[in-house]
């Protein structure tokens, strides 16, 4: 009886951990609103991980001095680390960066990123796809394409789709 009680708990305990996990995904996915962005690609299909792309976001660069090809968004240089929220303004029919800061934003979309690693990531910088689909995937990111970016009101945002113009 001990050990069917202790194998219940293990399994609802990695339940739990596994929608922590993906709870920020989800919670865009299902209640965040659609902002397009124009995009490129970073990285060409990986061979070891399927149909992956990495997705590059000229507009919202923070770094200047990044060159296009180069990995992430950039720094803010300010000696810390941790939560980054970027600011989003319409410009052209695509959304951009307007402001980057440690603080929440009070209102607007913005995005939730986070600097611990070595770069800045948002949760938006891969896209994943049918292995059939990568071919063309690859030729429309080549030719200039909008990533379709679903983000709730607490900046957790998820890559719906990718797409011309």
């Known amino acids: 009886m001990r050990r069917t009680v202790v194998t219940a708990g293990v399994a609802a305990t990695q339940l739990v951990l596994v929608g922590v996990a993906v709870a920020p995904q989800l919670s865009a996915r299902t209640t965040g609103d659609t902002y397009l962005m124009r ?3 970073l990285d060409p299909i990986d061979p ?9 976001y ?5 770094d200047s001095s ?10 803010l240089d300010d000696g810390e680390e941790g939560d980054v929220y970027v600011t989003l303004v319409e410009r052209g029919g695509v959304w951009v960066a307007g402001d980057w800061t440690r603080d929440r934003p009070a209102e607007g979309p913005y995005l939730a990123c986070d600097d611990r690693s070595w770069q800045i990531r948002c949760g938006i910088e891969s896209w994943f796809l049918p292995q059939d ?20 009101g607490r900046g957790n945002a998820a890559v719906v789709d990718v797409r011309a113009p």
Do not use: K, M, N, W
């Open 39 to 41: 995009v490129a690609p």
């Open 58 to 62: 000229p507009d919202l660069r923070h």
């Open 66 to 75: 990044l060159s296009p090809g180069d990995p992430g968004l950039g720094s």
């Open 48 to 56: 070891f991980r399927g149909a992956y792309v990495s997705l590059d």
């Open 133 to 152: 689909e990568a071919a063309a995937a690859e030729d429309l990111l080549r030719d200039g394409a909008v990533a379709e970016v679903r983000i709730d």
